[in-house]
């Protein structure tokens, strides 16, 4: 995962919003021509991993459907209202040129691929406290002249499957092909979010919000969202007349999303459709569509009207929805559209990986608290202790978070859990270690020692004439002089480490094999001299009282 070195924006108590970094729209997933997408993944991971949204729960706010019908366009207007954090005049001056997301007129395509703000909102709920990072989300429309179905699909799929509020971009009104590319462009996701352990009441996505653009006729049906709720109402009506067909199409939707609703937006004015010149200025707007437009806004941004993205009944956090990022992209990379089977495996992969994730997180935030790099040495069998109980910790974790695929599919991610801790235990114990201040000595220790001794056995044996033994103990004297040495330089330099490392182990295997027993015979020739001295005064001290 990637770093994010974007400056966080301190922010009051009281403010609304955190701006995690000032970068503008990130191409996230490319269009690279041939009709294939690629993910985009290190630009990706710099807006979802940073600090601020990577732990934090996400609201990813989608817009989707046909080719220049302004979804761009619309999302700049969600930028104002974030960026100035929805208070009285978010909207902007009415000569304000409108910025952010890349946006123009004519017939030509302008936007391709998936498009992403790179600048996350965090916004806390004064009723809750809880924190979320609100994401915007730009798509590639569809239908236009250079695509084909499948690549539409793609989008839209995508688009629907990793969004919590997914806006559907209609021109005029609801026509039964807008619900039938519908129907075809959810029922991927819809297959891939549902499993067995899914219950019958379980819905896979969360919001969808029908904007009709240009809305003309505000005498049957008003402008805004009671108007649209109406309007919708009458759409997604069941009757028996119905055809099958059309009948299936509304119940398809009604068990895709927790909650659909409308909005009717109407016509921007002849200065917006019809001048080259149009930059964005409020002013060159209608009134009744500035009106209806800082309605709208706050409809889907609100505090009350956030939904946080939930796959399985999960809220995902930015760590996450990275990993369903990838293995959607996985799968969507074929040539044909994939199997059903495919998608939901992606899902439960991705499922399982965010846990594992989450429970490796956690053991290594646990171990650190005791045996961290900023921790000093501690005991092995209190770090072993401590690592046991960290374990319990992490896998109680994993187990709590709800999964996709059953208990045999988590099975082989819960292995991977338990083999990264076992490994990362037996770090945790080297650098430990390494902390001991005695064994980081043992070997200058170690040699010290040797050359004192062969020193003073020098001496005696030169005192003694005894040549020979004399020549071979100043032979040793000079090997642990020159050994210490070297040591010293290579440590120092940090060069040829592995140099330094065989004399540690050789220094080793003399301070265990030799000096480790003799200490140990001296430490108890020592103590039955002084226990035999003991008991002789005490016999001493009786003769004499008797």
Not at 372 to 398: M, P, Q, R, W
Request: glycine residues 6%; hydrophobic residues 40%; charged residues 25%.
């Amino acid at each position: 995962m990637g770093d994010d070195k974007s400056m966080k924006t301190d922010l009051q108590q009281t403010e609304m919003f955190e701006v995690v970094d000032n970068r503008g729209p990130v191409n996230i997933i490319k269009d690279n021509g041939d009709h294939s997408f690629s993910l985009c993944e290190n630009d990706l991971a710099a807006i979802l991993m940073g600090p601020a949204v990577r732990d934090t729960k996400v609201v990813v706010v989608s817009v989707a459907g046909a080719f220049r019908k302004g979804k761009s366009f619309l999302l700049d207007f969600f930028l104002r209202y974030l960026v100035n954090e929805g208070r009285e005049g978010w909207e902007g001056e009415p000569s304000d040129k409108l910025t952010g997301f890349n946006w123009r007129g004519g017939s030509a395509r302008d936007t391709s691929g998936i498009w992403m703000w790179g600048t996350p909102f965090v916004r806390t709920n004064s009723k809750t406290g809880e924190k979320v990072a609100i994401i915007l989300m730009d798509t590639q429309g569809a239908f236009d002249n250079q695509s084909i179905v499948k690549d539409s699909a793609t989008v839209f799929a995508l688009s629907t499957m990793l969004s919590s509020i997914q806006v559907y971009n209609i021109s005029q009104m609801i026509r039964e092909d807008d619900l039938q590319h519908l129907h075809l462009f959810t029922d991927y996701g819809r297959l891939a979010m549902e499993d067995d352990n899914s219950s019958a009441d379980e819905k896979p996505f969360q919001r969808l919000e029908f904007l009709i653009r240009d809305w003309a006729i505000a005498y049957e049906h008003e402008n805004g969202a009671v108007g649209g709720g109406e309007y919708l109402n009458k759409i997604l009506a069941i009757s028996e007349t119905q055809h099958d067909e059309l009948q299936a199409v509304r119940h398809h939707i009604s068990k895709c999303f927790e909650k659909v609703g409308c909005f009717l937006l109407p016509h921007p004015g002849k200065k917006v459709a019809g001048s080259p010149n149009f930059k964005g200025e409020l002013q060159d707007m209608d009134e009744d569509f500035v009106d209806s437009l800082k309605e709208f806004v706050p409809y889907i941004l609100s505090e009350d009207n956030l939904t946080a993205k939930k796959i399985h009944g999960v809220a995902l956090k930015g760590k996450d929805l990275l990993h369903y990022f990838k293995a959607y992209m996985s799968i969507y990379q074929q040539d044909n559209m994939p199997e059903p089977k495919t998608m939901l495996r992606a899902t439960a992969e991705a499922n399982n990986l965010a846990a594992l994730a989450s429970a490796q997180e956690l053991y290594t935030a646990e171990m650190d608290k005791l045996a961290g790099s900023s921790s000093g040495y501690v005991n092995e069998t209190d770090l072993l202790t401590h690592h046991a109980t960290c374990c319990d910790i992490a896998e109680k974790d994993f187990k709590a978070v709800r999964k996709m695929g059953g208990d045999d599919f988590s099975l082989s991610y819960l292995n991977k859990l338990t083999d990264f801790m076992e490994k990362e235990v037996e770090e945790y114990l080297k650098q430990n270690e390494s902390k001991n201040i005695f064994n980081s000595a043992r070997t200058p220790i170690t040699l010290f020692i040797i050359l004192s001794v062969a020193y003073v056995i020098h001496g005696i044996f030169a005192v003694l004439y005894i040549g020979p033994l004399a020549f071979m103990s100043n032979l040793v004297f000079w090997g642990a002089m020159l050994t210490l040495g070297v040591w010293v330089v290579l440590k120092w330099k940090g060069e040829y480490p592995e140099y330094a490392d065989k004399i540690d182990d050789v220094a080793q295997q003399i301070w265990e094999q030799g000096m480790t027993p003799l200490y140990a015979v001296l430490i108890t020739t020592g103590t039955t001299i002084v226990l035999a001295q003991a008991a002789k005064k005490q016999s001493v001290k009786s003769k004499k009282r008797s």
